[in-house]
């Protein structure tokens, strides 16, 4: 009993955690000025022992992070390093120091996280707490500019292990104002530097030319009280790998009749799509508060071509907030919609109409359209008004000019 209890509260703080996206953390000088502001998504995996065996928990930085102003420092000239320290739940501690490597760059000289073991809702049943540190990081930029990072990037060290994703970090700020300037990581440069694409054939799933759409499939996913989730879509994987160094892209089609299974509790809504090796997961997550569900988690895993260095891909991303509507409505898009999974991989949903947890008469509700369809419906709109103004301005001349005409024939 008291096992479930405690995963209920981790599920519930893990779940608190995901809602939130990305936050921001300045740290200022003694008169006021900026000069470290980051912004990213962090979710963390920390292993620890309990006495029978080794377990792992993860979560997310909750909204609750905040600066620790008299921690975090803009150095000065005995100690050039500037610190941020970011505490969050019951103790928790991230410390992120930067350093000058030389004139032009700055990097993320070291990490360290600080976990309070005794806060029983991340770690049941322990106590004292756990450090680890990690120096020297990849992450550097040149000064002057900030640092952009959209790609996941795990960090490990020891029994830590750090996923950080949607990345805006600036230190050593000048002039009080972030810079415009901007030195993207490798791992983005990577992604959007994509050249030839080429489809070579994976059994079972299709593999198509870019331009073919996939055919709209229909899942349901049934839970102890009924369907709870109802979906119409087309579904396409764009996945990047390499040859020699070099990368492509692979764009797979998820046809229609792919096994689907899936299960549902108060929390969340899962549905699994497979496809002889290619498996799509959706997890789907609502936020009681805004009365909003949303596709909360992706996560995919796929043969690739025997040529590739990799044989297979494996992507997941669990901060994503897409296809969001209300509770008890269905979200619907005409448009492609491209959901962005990792630097590897992406889902491309076609012509979906889909709604998770509440689902009367296990029927769609009311339909909620995605932005990109209002936009382009806003164009039909335009034109047909102003056709109709056109009718509207002839019908008015050719009345007035038959009582004219009618006023001529009575003089004579
Ligand atoms: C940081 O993230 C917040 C919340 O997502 C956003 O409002 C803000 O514009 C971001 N700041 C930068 C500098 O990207
Ligand atoms: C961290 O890992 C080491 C070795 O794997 C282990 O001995 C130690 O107990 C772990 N720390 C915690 C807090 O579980
Ligand atoms: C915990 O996660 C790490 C990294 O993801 C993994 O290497 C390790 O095997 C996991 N441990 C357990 C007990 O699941
Ligand atoms: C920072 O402030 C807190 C209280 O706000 C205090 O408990 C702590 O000792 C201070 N730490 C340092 C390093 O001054
Ligand atoms: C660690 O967590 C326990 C239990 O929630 C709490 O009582 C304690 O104050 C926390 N320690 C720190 C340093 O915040
Ligand atoms: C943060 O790390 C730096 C070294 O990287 C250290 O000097 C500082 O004391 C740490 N701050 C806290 C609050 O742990
Ligand atoms: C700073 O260091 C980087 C990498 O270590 C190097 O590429 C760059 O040329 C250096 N810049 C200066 C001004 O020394
Ligand atoms: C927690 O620890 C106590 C004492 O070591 C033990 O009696 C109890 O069974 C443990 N509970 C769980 C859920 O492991
Ligand atoms: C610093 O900011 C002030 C006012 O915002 C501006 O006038 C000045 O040109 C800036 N200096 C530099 C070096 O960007
Ligand atoms: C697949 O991804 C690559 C790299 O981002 C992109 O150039 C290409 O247009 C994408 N293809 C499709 C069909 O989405
Ligand atoms: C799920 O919700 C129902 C009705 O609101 C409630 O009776 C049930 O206890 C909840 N289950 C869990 C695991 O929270
Ligand atoms: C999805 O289903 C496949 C087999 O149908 C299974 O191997 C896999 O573990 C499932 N994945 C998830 C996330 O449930």
């Keep these: 009993m008291a096992g479930r209890g405690a995963v209920g509260l981790l599920l519930a703080a893990a779940l608190l955690g995901f809602l939130q996206t990305s936050s921001t953390f300045q740290v200022k000088d003694p008169d006021g000025k900026l000069c470290l502001s980051a ?33 975090s420092t803009c150095g ?21 120091t930067f350093e000058k490597k ?35 990081s990849d992450i550097q930029a040149d000064l002057n500019t900030k640092y952009l990072c959209h790609s996941n990037k795990l960090i490990t060290t020891g029994n830590v292990s750090v996923l950080l994703s949607n990345v805006v970090i600036e230190a050593y700020i000048t002039n009080d104002t972030i810079s415009k300037k901007e030195t993207i990581c490798s791992e983005d440069k990577r992604f959007t530097t994509t050249l030839p694409v080429i489809t070579t054939h994976i059994p079972s799933t299709t593999s198509v030319p870019p331009s073919a759409k996939p055919e709209v499939g229909k899942y349901t996913v049934n839970g102890s009280s009924g369907i709870c989730l109802l979906a119409s879509m087309g579904l396409q994987l764009n996945l990047t790998y390499s040859i020699q160094n070099k990368n492509l892209s692979k764009v797979l089609n998820l046809p229609p009749n792919a096994n689907s299974s899936g299960k549902c509790d108060n929390l ?10 290619t498996n799509i997961s959706l997890n789907f997550a609502q936020n009681s508060s805004t009365e909003k569900y949303f596709l909360r988690g992706i996560l995919v895993t796929a043969n690739l071509p025997t040529e590739a260095t990799e044989k297979s891909i494996k992507a997941v991303n669990n901060s994503l907030s897409a296809l969001k509507a209300t509770i008890g409505k269905s979200y619907k898009c005409v448009a492609e919609e491209i959901i962005w999974v990792s630097d590897k991989a992406s ?8 709604q998770a947890f509440k689902i009367a008469g296990d029927k769609f509700g009311a339909v909620e359209e995605c932005q990109l369809d209002e936009n382009n419906m806003l164009i039909p709109i335009v034109v047909g008004a102003a056709l109709a103004g056109l009718v509207l301005i002839v019908m008015i001349a050719y009345l007035i000019g038959r009582k004219r005409s009618h006023a001529g024939y ?3």
């Design 410 to 412: 009575q003089t004579i």
């Design 102 to 136: 030389n004139a032009s760059l700055y990097v993320v000289s070291a990490l360290m996280f600080k976990f309070n073991l005794s806060d029983s809702s991340l770690f049941p049943n322990l106590s004292g707490e756990v450090t680890e540190v990690k120096k020297g």
């Design 268 to 277: 969340t809504v899962t549905l699994n799509l497979t496809s002889g090796s």
């Design 347 to 354: 889902l491309n949903i076609y012509n979906v109409q889909i």
């Design 39 to 71: 912004n990213f998504s962090m979710e963390f995996t920390v292993e620890f022992s309990t006495k029978s065996k080794k377990e792992n928990t993860t979560f997310a930085l909750p909204p609750d992070a905040h600066v620790i102003k008299n921690a």
């Design 76 to 96: 000065n000239k005995q100690a050039p390093e500037e610190i941020l320290v970011v505490g969050f739940g019951k103790g928790h501690l991230l410390n992120m």
